[in-house]
């Protein structure tokens, strides 16, 4: 029994040590803005990055994009290349750099197509994504790019 209990304190302890070391990197809670018109896709990213200890606002379009780019300090965003027929990822970030310069942009895209991404690398974008994206992958992605926002 003692044995069962020791290991069990050893686990909780790794856990506790690998909190601290991300409270150490964010002081307070990063925030993330995700923007995709799929509800579901929202929802995913919302919860795993909850659950990795950001706070998250969403928005379904352009529009509630810019409105949260306007009224939160954010760290990271991660943006859907192509949000409906009329509008593109691409348009939010010339307005994402001048009203957030330090906040990194994530594009993310079930098209398998990411020629229009490329020139957005070279405009500043931190990463690009395919859908579907596993948790690893988010969080480590959205870690790596509050570590650069905050440099």
Do not use: W
Not at 51 to 57: D, I, M, Q, S, T
Not at 69 to 90: K, P, R, V, W
Not at 116 to 136: D, H
């Amino acid at each position: 029994m003692r044995k069962a209990s020791m290991s069990a304190g050893s686990g909780s302890s790794r856990k506790h040590k690998s909190m601290l070391t991300e409270e150490r990197l964010f002081s307070s809670r990063p925030k993330a803005l995700v923007v995709d018109d799929d509800e579901g896709v929202r929802y995913s990213l919302h919860r795993c990055l909850t659950g990795a200890g950001f706070e998250v606002l969403t928005a379904s379009n352009l529009s509630e994009a810019k409105t949260c780019l306007q009224t939160a300090q954010l760290n990271l965003a991660f943006i859907d290349l192509f949000l409906s027929d009329s509008e593109s990822g691409l348009d939010l970030l010339p307005f994402l750099k001048e009203h957030q310069p330090v906040c990194e942009a994530i594009l993310i895209s079930g098209n398998s197509s990411f020629e229009p991404a490329v020139e957005a690398t070279r405009n500043g974008v931190f990463a690009c994504l395919a859908k579907p994206l596993s948790k690893e992958t988010i969080r480590e992605v959205a870690r790596n790019a509050v570590e650069k926002s905050l440099a």
